[in-house]
């Protein structure tokens, strides 16, 4: 990067910078001292995020502490800047407006006051007084939020406006939160910050507190419900209970079970006896087959079937029922008792009948063994049927007491199930009560806000001066913008950055018109502009000279780049070192150098014959260098051509002019041909041929398009041939 360069953009521009300085400057300076003068008041809150001892730099994963610590921050800052806390905050300075008794701390004006007394103040008034107390930063009804906005628009309490006065920020690394209020009223600024203080705890306390409050009053809704459903289960499972006669239904069902085991043990060996009797009885009947033992065991057995045995059987029968069911000793000795009263009637009546009868021969033995045998098998009888009929009842009361046990357990879970939630809530509400009698509230006021002493700095200075850098800085930039997209080669920056060839000199622009070679060249003059331009020339003259060459071709990619002009120039300040100089102008499209001199009366005996010896006498003339015009050259030869529209080549078929310079070259120290523009005709190209080295001349006020380019990538590759460029016209700012 070429700072020089830039350097001489800037200076170029230099009132268009200075003027976007001082303009932008004096305007914000102006604007400035417009504005309405404001007033800041703070207050810092202790948020006790960091807690007493602060961030311990020891503890385990110390960034992600310092995370959470920023995120809790952030949770206040964004809190305190939500649309709810600063509709509260607008409901509050709006009531403080509206209340007659406060003085209010802006006064409205013209359609402001209009605004006002078209809305139904006192409603507003109630409904924002009834939102604020309940911490409610929600919309109102339609029309009630139509009031709202015009009243807050009018006082300037609406959310836009509060929030780009308000700063919320925390206070570098420390724990304290900061709130900052501009107004162009001071007591305004300290009221608005100690409300929204206040307003924030508030909130923050009524947020903690609600979510215990809801958890204790959840919890107590809850347990009294799930104590209502434990309580209904009981009284059902008591009352199920009693009506059917339930005191322990495990205690029952193990009784039970004994019980019917019991009874089928005694049924089978009732089972197994009948049979064994029955056949004894059979045989000892078959012995007892006279009429006479007939008759007797006929009236034996009406005795045996008198209401005194059959009580007794019943009362056996009964106490047996009783005793198996309850395994009672007391039972079975009466049972005992019972059976000897009854198998005394029975031998007391077997006596007696006997005797009665008179019977002597009927074996008493036998006849006792007959009776007893039968009372024994009627027992047997009975004692099975009994069986059968308690084991009948064991089994109905086994399945009642399984669809008890169903219906209980069922009962059982449900009551388990009521009473673990009764517990779970009664736990919730005596934690939430307890967290609720315990919570601590982290956030105080440390700092409240007080009332500013004076109005805040406007930086009238630094505005004005920052604006005046902005306004250079921007005149800068656009000055170097046009540069870079500038195409012209105003400078040699321009030229090295477009056609990438070297410099063999650099003239600056003339503004005279005319003047005196002799006098330019031979005396020290009060014009910088023509000095500089001497010496430009005597720098390409020297470069002429140290050159190989004799024979030079100048030529330009566009016309009217000042070729002509130095040709004259460098001819005359060769000629001052006693050089003899040869001009020949080969442009036969635009033969301006032929024009500039007159035709010579005196012809030059040498040229004339060496342009006849090359057949070209009808191509060229012999023009007065040294007579009338501008120019007046001494030393130096002219060979101006009769125009036309063929090309050098076209021309030249057939023709010595190669060899006509080379005789020209014995003759003369330095021959200077004239060639047309590049990117129009090919003239140039064709007259390299002849020649010992090319100059291209440009004009720095031109753009570079792209024929120029095409036409420098050709001069590009001459091989040696290419001498240079030079820029002519430049600005003398310019100049290197």
Sequence with gaps: MDFGYIFKILLRGKWLILTAIIVPAIAAFLYVNTLEKTFKSEALISTGVLGSAGLDPEEDRPYLQSDLIKMSFNTYVTKIQSASMLRLLGYKMLMHELDSENEPFRKLEGEEIEKVNSVNLQRLYDKMAERFEALNGGMFDASVERDYQEVAEAFNYDIEALKDDLTVYRSGETDYLGITYKSGNKFLSAYLVNELCDLFLSSMKYDQQKELVERFEFASRESVHARRN???????????????NILDLDAEASELIEQIGGIQQLQNKSLTDLPSLQEKLRVIESDLNSSKTNKVRKQMNKRAESDDLIYIK?????????????????????????????????IDYT????????????????????????MEYIDAVSSKTAISEIL????????????????ISKLSNELSIAEEAYENFKEEQRDSKSKLDKSSFPLKVREQAYVAKKAESNHKALISAF?????????????LMLAFFDTTLNNTNQFEKFTDLDLIGTLNQLKEKNFDLKELFGSELNNQSLEVFKESIRSMRYEIEKSSGSSFLFTSTKEQEGKT?????????LTLKGKKVLIIDTNFKN???TRIFNEDSNQNK???RLIGEANLEQEFETKNASGTGQFKLDNVDILGNRGGMSSPSEIFAGKEFKKLIEDFEHNYDYIFLEGPSLNKYADSKELTEYVDKVITVFSAEENITDADRKSISYLQKLNGKLMGAVLNRLEMINLN
Aim: net charge neutral; proline share 0%; charged share 25%.
């Design 230 to 244: 434990l309580d209904s289960l009981k009284n059902t499972l008591n009352a199920y209970k009693i009506e059917h």
């Design 314 to 346: 019943k009362q056996i029968t009964t106490l047996e029922e009783q005793y198996i069911i309850t395994k009672d000793e007391n039972l079975k000795a009466e049972i005992n008792m019972l059976k000897k009263q009854r198998d005394g009637y029975i």
């Design 351 to 374: 006596s007696t009948e006997v005797s009665d009868a008179s019977i002597v021969d009927i074996d008493e033995d036998k006849e006792k063994l007959v009776l007893a045998t039968k």
């Design 392 to 407: 009948g009842s064991a089994k109905s009361r086994a399945r009642a007491l399984v669809r008890h046990n169903a219906f």
């Design 467 to 479: 604006s005046g850098v902005v306004g250079g800085a921007f005149a800068s930039m656009l000055l």
């Design 565 to 573: 002009f130095i040709i004259i120039m460098l001819a005359h300040a």
């Design 591 to 593: 033969n301006s150098l």
């Design 606 to 608: 040498l040229t004339t």
